[in-house]
């Protein structure tokens, strides 16, 4: 296990003002910033975009009831999987989680996987305007291959930068687009240090392992998320409203159950398709992390812990 490329002194991560811990979803982020927060006295903001909906706990790997008395949580079951959800609510509510934990001196620790809400935490939400009811239905119902076309021809830059496999960032790229006549690509906030501290002593860190350590992780996941109440799970939130919230059916996972309770491929097949997802995403998070955020990434092996992850960190 090694860090790469650490650009503060010892010294300066001794008494770090904060902690942003990012990663591919299965690298271990979880138990680091766990581990990280009880010795340090910090607490965790769940940078998570998924973790925010309430039964969604499984299949987002949520901390325990246990684990959240041990270090407090925020920015988790914080709405009903009925309800929108949006980067504008997560900034506004992870700067007040920051805020308050640092009124109380102690150390936040924003941890998740949610590439876009680190983002948008860090340089602003820009000038684009807010969602179009009318406009989103039309969009929702149009073909993504014809929204990419539209976004490649209108926004090159964007759509080189989007994640052209998820419809909800294309449909809001679209969407701006529309309404203002603007390229969404020029509408982004410019770059300024982060309202969480301007002090170098923040920490920016990514946990990284070799695409084997993690696909066997990832597989080790899914498998011990199906057998702790998976599908019971996804059947209890749709009966609460799931498959009415786009959003949250983006979730990994929960859509892929839906499809199986519906009928459309046994839960054998279901189980591979989601692993498959799983390792797409998680190698999509790590180029869009190494390519948007400024982060010391610590490269992590098999047998590595998240107390090997607070010794480097540490210097312990």
Not at 215 to 234: C, K, N, P, S, Y
Not at 266 to 293: C, D, G, N
Request: include cysteine; hydrophobic fraction near 40%.
């Amino acid at each position: 296990m090694a860090a790469e490329a650490a650009p503060d002194p010892p010294s300066s991560i001794l008494h770090p003002h904060a902690i942003l811990l990012a990663g591919p979803t299965g690298a271990g982020k979880s138990e680091s910033a766990l581990r990280l927060a009880e010795m340090a006295g910090g607490e965790i903001v769940s940078v998570d975009s998924m973790q925010v909906y309430r039964g969604m706990d499984i299949g987002t790997a949520k901390a325990s009831p246990a684990e959240r008395a041990r270090v407090p949580h925020h920015l988790v079951d914080i709405v009903e999987v009925t309800q929108p959800f949006d980067a504008a609510q997560f900034v506004r509510l992870a700067r007040e989680a920051v805020t308050d934990i640092q009124s109380r001196g102690r150390m936040p620790i924003l941890c998740g996987g949610t590439g876009l809400y680190f983002k948008v935490f860090l340089e602003g939400l820009g000038d684009a305007p807010p969602a179009d009811a009318a406009l989103r239905a039309r969009l929702e119902a149009t073909p993504l291959p014809e929204l990419l076309r539209e976004l490649a021809e209108r926004d090159p830059v964007a759509y080189e930068r989007i994640d052209r496999q998820n419809p909800r960032r294309v449909i809001r790229a679209v969407e701006v687009i529309r309404l203002t006549g603007k390229p969404f690509s020029a509408q982004r906030a410019p770059w300024r240090p982060s309202t969480l501290n301007p002090q170098p002593s923040t920490l920016y860190i990514g946990l990284a392992r070799s695409a084997e350590d993690l696909h066997q992780r990832i597989e080790a996941r899914v498998d011990a998320m199906f057998r702790l109440g998976w599908v019971a799970e996804t059947e209890t939130l749709l009966q609460r409203g799931l498959a009415q919230n786009r959003t949250a059916m983006q979730a990994l996972g929960y859509r892929q159950i839906t499809e199986h309770l519906r009928g459309v491929r046994s839960l054998p097949e279901t189980i591979e398709l989601v692993k498959l997802r799983t390792r797409q995403f998680a190698k999509r998070q790590m180029t869009w992390f190494r390519r948007q955020l400024p982060l010391t990434w610590i490269s992590l092996d098999p047998q590595s812990s998240a107390e090997d992850v607070v010794r480097t960190l540490y210097g312990l």
